[in-house]
């Protein structure tokens, strides 16, 4: 159980688009996901934290017009990055908190998604 | 203060030897600790967790240690396995807030 799933994997895109990239529970509720951002070789770097109807909460430094998020449901929380830049190639990851009983702490995370921005 | 994306120290151990990795974190009032495996182009894997009523726990050939005296966290692997070649981030929790990791170290397992 505890499986969270992010679509796409790996996504290519010319600077100046948009992408949009999927975070889903796929077996629990998760009331709250989490989008973090990974350089290489770097620790992992909270974005914002996505509830499920009602606004993100974003980190600071981190630009809430340009990482739009939307979390419409209970297994559904969606990351855009918008008008994208070379600088924005990352590897993204996103990860839901269980809410079960007794694992409300526990957060597991998606397979990342690598983001190249050409 | 959070912990900051620096370039990963390195533990190479042998095969079927013990690994200890180690942590310190940063917020005295931290609850709750996950050390967390991280396989080249993959997302974070849960080990295994602790909270801070308890200063030891065991899993499957993997045991962490806390010590809220001196806030550090360690991650022991017995009989260490190619496939636990990894990066080992630990993730520090206070009362249900964002986690916070730490740098990452990354384990090679020699032959």
């Known amino acids: 159980g505890a499986v969270v799933s992010q679509h796409p994997s790996w996504v290519i895109c010319k600077s100046g688009t948009s992408v949009k990239i999927e975070c889903r529970s796929l077996d629990f509720q998760a009331t709250t996901m989490f989008w973090y951002r990974q350089f290489p070789k770097q620790s992992l770097m909270l974005m914002a934290t996505s509830n499920e109807g009602s606004k993100a909460t974003y980190e600071q430094g981190v630009e809430k017009d340009k990482f739009l998020i939307n979390h419409a449901s209970l297994t559904l929380s969606t990351l855009t990055v918008t008008s994208a830049h070379p600088e924005d190639s990352s590897f993204y990851i996103c990860?839901?908190?269980?809410?079960?009983?007794?694992?409300?702490?526990?957060?597991?995370f998606g397979p990342g998604t690598r983001l190249t921005v050409l | 203060g959070e912990s900051v994306g620096l370039h990963l120290p390195t533990l190479s151990v042998q095969e079927g030897d013990n690994s200890i990795i180690n942590c310190a974190y940063s917020n005295s009032a931290s609850d709750y600790f996950i050390w967390y495996k991280q396989e080249s182009g993959k997302g974070p894997q849960f080990i295994i967790d602790?909270?801070?009523?308890?200063d030891k726990r065991q899993g499957q050939r993997v045991t962490v240690l806390l010590n809220k005296t001196v806030k550090h966290l360690s991650l022991q692997i017995a009989a260490t396995q190619p496939g636990d070649s990894a990066v080992y981030f630990c993730?520090?929790?206070?009362?249900?807030?964002?986690?916070?990791f730490g740098p990452g170290t990354r384990l090679s397992v020699l032959p």
């Open positions: 990860s839901a908190r269980d809410s079960r009983r007794g694992r409300t702490d526990t957060q597991y």
């Open positions: 993730a520090e929790n206070n009362y249900g807030q964002n986690f916070v």
């Open positions: 602790i909270r801070s009523n308890m």
